[in-house]
């Protein structure tokens, strides 16, 4: 009598990865559900509805770029580049299944000590939404935000250890005043609501980690950065509430900015020193940005979205230096000497 061979593939259990897809077709995801899809179902949802004002205020669609990983989790990636406002604008989610090794596990209980040092490898999972818009306009400033949410679970999905991180920054070419205040004013109101120790403590994060050494400078005029929150900072349900009203204020923070700068005149001068500011901003990014650095690390990594941040042109100019008493001057005056704005 003969048999169909067996395949193994069937004969193994399911992932995660595969009983978090069910559920999710079953069942969709509610307020029951465990955080991971939480976070993913909001960075969705934020991700289409910032493409969608983007669009409107551009006046261009975004290409839109999904794909899935072999295990486990997905990616789409919007990008915009050469519209009539922005020159390269990019929104990008990304959710991963993996697993820790042990010598990553070890590394990670630095900071959250509920990991068990005794494993040897462990299951994780990984969401983040990212976005990064460079204008074409060099009185409209760059900006930048990550938020993400990291989880350690055991074989079954049960939950082991959680963080969040994240974080918003401003960086122009040509300063102005009353936009760095609207910026840090509207960031400053969504912390608040939680925590008014956020704000200060998050704001001076920001100033430390976008620093360029090499250049003795920040890469923007800051905003808010963090890492590592967990039940040691404030329980799940508040800091993913934190993350969901930090997500809420970005259009509020930036869209009226570019709105008022986009079509403000300007000459070759103010292109070139637009340009020269944004090769300081890929130093940052391929030199000290851990997240950069880790993705470009990470066996499998899609390239291409990893680089949505890097503009689309820069310049490296030979010792070039802004002439004394000029905007260009006092641009590089707060860089090096970072402000407080509210």
């Given at each position: 009598?003969?048999?169909?061979?067996?395949?193994?593939?069937?004969?193994?259990?399911?992932?995660?990865?595969?009983?978090?897809?069910?559920?999710?077709?079953?069942?969709?995801?509610?307020?029951?559900?465990?955080?991971?899809?939480?976070?993913?179902?909001l960075?969705?949802e934020?991700?289409?509805?910032?493409v969608?004002?983007?669009?409107?205020?551009?006046?261009?669609?975004?290409?839109?770029?999904?794909?899935?990983?072999?295990?486990?989790?997905?990616?789409?990636?919007?990008v915009?580049?050469?519209?009539?406002?922005?020159?390269?604008?990019?929104?990008?989610?990304?959710?991963?299944?993996?697993?820790?090794?042990?010598?990553?596990?070890?590394?990670?209980?630095?900071?959250?000590?509920?990991?068990?040092?005794?494993?040897?490898?462990?299951?994780?999972?990984?969401?983040?939404?990212?976005?990064?818009?460079?204008?074409?306009?060099?009185?409209?400033?760059?900006?930048?935000?990550?938020?993400?949410?990291?989880?350690?679970?055991?074989?079954?999905?049960?939950?082991?250890?959680?963080w969040?991180?994240?974080?918003?920054?401003?960086?122009?070419?040509?300063?102005?005043?009353?936009?760095?205040?609207?910026f840090?004013?509207?960031?400053?109101?969504?912390?608040?609501?939680?925590?008014?120790?956020?704000?200060?403590?998050?704001?001076?994060?920001?100033?430390?980690?976008?620093?360029?050494?090499?250049?003795?400078?920040?890469?923007?005029?800051?905003?808010?950065?963090?890492?590592?929150?967990?039940?040691?900072?404030?329980?799940?349900?508040?800091?993913?509430?934190?993350?969901?009203?930090?997500?809420?204020?970005?259009?509020?923070?930036?869209?009226?900015?570019?709105?008022?700068?986009?079509?403000?005149?300007?000459?070759?001068?103010?292109?070139?020193?637009?340009?020269?500011?944004r090769?300081?901003?890929?130093?940052?990014?391929?030199?000290?940005?851990?997240?950069?650095?880790?993705?470009?690390?990470?066996?499998?990594?899609?390239?291409?979205?990893?680089?949505?941040?890097l503009?689309?042109?820069?310049?490296?100019?030979?010792?070039?230096?802004?002439?004394?008493?000029?905007?260009?001057?006092?641009?590089?005056?707060?860089?090096?000497?970072?402000?407080?704005?509210?």
């Amino acid at each position: 009598m003969l048999t169909s061979p067996i395949d193994p593939e069937r004969t193994e259990a399911p992932t995660i990865a595969d009983r978090d897809s069910r559920s999710k077709r079953e069942s969709g995801v509610t307020a029951s559900s465990p955080m991971r899809l939480r976070m993913e179902a909001l960075i969705k949802e934020k991700q289409r509805e910032i493409v969608s004002a983007l669009e409107t205020l551009d006046g261009t669609k975004f290409r839109v770029d999904t794909w899935s990983r072999p295990t486990g989790g997905d990616g789409i990636s919007c990008v915009l580049q050469d519209g009539k406002v922005f020159e390269k604008a990019g929104v990008n989610v990304s959710t991963v299944y993996g697993t820790l090794p042990r010598p990553a596990i070890q590394k990670m209980r630095v900071n959250h000590k509920a990991l068990d040092p005794g494993l040897t490898s462990l299951e994780f999972f990984a969401a983040g939404l990212s976005c990064v818009l460079h204008p074409h306009n060099p009185n409209a400033p760059t900006v930048h935000f990550n938020y993400r949410y990291f989880e350690t679970m055991d074989k079954d999905g049960e939950e082991k250890a959680w963080w969040f991180g994240g974080g918003t920054d401003l960086t122009p070419s040509y300063l102005f005043d009353e936009d760095t205040i609207h910026f840090h004013r509207t960031i400053k109101d969504a912390c608040d609501k939680h925590d008014r120790a956020y704000y200060p403590r998050f704001k001076a994060w920001c100033d430390r980690y976008f620093h360029i050494p090499h250049r003795g400078e920040t890469r923007g005029v800051g905003g808010i950065f963090f890492d590592d929150l967990d039940e040691e900072e404030k329980d799940q349900e508040q800091l993913f509430s934190f993350i969901q009203d930090c997500l809420a204020a970005f259009l509020p923070s930036y869209v009226p900015i570019v709105e008022k700068r986009k079509d403000m005149p300007f000459g070759e001068r103010e292109k070139e020193w637009q340009q020269v500011r944004r090769g300081r901003y890929v130093e940052f990014n391929l030199v000290h940005d851990r997240g950069t650095s880790f993705g470009l690390a990470t066996p499998g990594a899609r390239v291409e979205s990893i680089l949505m941040s890097l503009p689309l042109t820069a310049r490296w100019m030979y010792m070039h230096e802004p002439e004394m008493g000029s905007r260009e001057e006092r641009l590089v005056g707060v860089l090096k000497k970072p402000a407080e704005w509210v």
